[in-house]
């Protein structure tokens, strides 16, 4: 179902990456929660946010992780908002990254839980980096800056966003410690 033939009230946007910490759009409540079998990886370049093309940043996508848990925060927008919201977004995201629909939970057991939208960058986008020794990300994420700022600058918020909502993320964490220079 497109988002535009949604029920009122029930478009949700899930953020596992800058728009965890810099949603920069409206909504009527956020929530932390998590996407099942997926896990966050700095496997995408980016050369119109934290890198440029002749030296492109690297920012997060998803990738199967069979078992496994990314949290993020979910958004609920609201009606009259969403179209303007999901057009900015789909500018925003348009290195590289398509909507795709998946249900996100909110608790542990897995009980509750809602359909939403996110963004992810798969294999086939011209941007996709795909695995690299985790010494060579820190090192392109420190050269890295672009029109949104600082490569690094995205890495630690992003890192600080997911220690507050209590999350574990070892691919992130070890990143950041790399880059802090306590690895
Ligand atoms: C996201 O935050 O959900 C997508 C990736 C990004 O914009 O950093």
């Not at 199967?64 to 919201?85: H, K, M, V």
């Not at 509750?112 to 992810?120: D, G, K, N």
């Not at 996709?128 to 985790?134: D, Q, R, T």
């Amino acid at each position: 179902m497109g988002a535009e033939a949604e029920p009122s009230g029930t478009t949700w946007v899930f953020g596992y990456g800058s728009l965890i910490w810099r949603p920069d759009f409206a909504f009527v409540e956020s929530r932390t929660g998590f996407i099942r079998d997926r896990a966050r990886r700095f496997w995408q370049a980016s050369t119109d946010h934290r890198g440029v093309p002749s030296r492109p940043g690297r920012v997060v996508t998803l990738v199967d992780d069979p078992g496994g848990r990314c949290f993020g925060t979910a958004y609920r927008l609201r009606d009259e908002e969403r179209s303007a919201i999901l057009a900015g977004l789909d500018h925003r995201e348009r290195g590289g990254f398509s909507r795709e629909r998946i249900p996100v939970f909110f608790d542990p057991a897995e009980s509750t839980s809602v359909s939403a939208l996110l963004y992810v960058a798969d294999e086939a986008n011209a941007n996709y980096l795909g695995p690299a020794p985790l010494e060579e990300i820190a090192r392109q994420i420190r050269a890295s800056h672009g029109p949104s700022g600082p490569n690094v600058e995205y890495l630690t918020r992003l890192a600080k966003a997911l220690r507050e909502m209590g999350a574990e993320d070892e691919h992130v964490f070890a990143l950041e410690a790399m880059l802090e220079g306590r690895e």
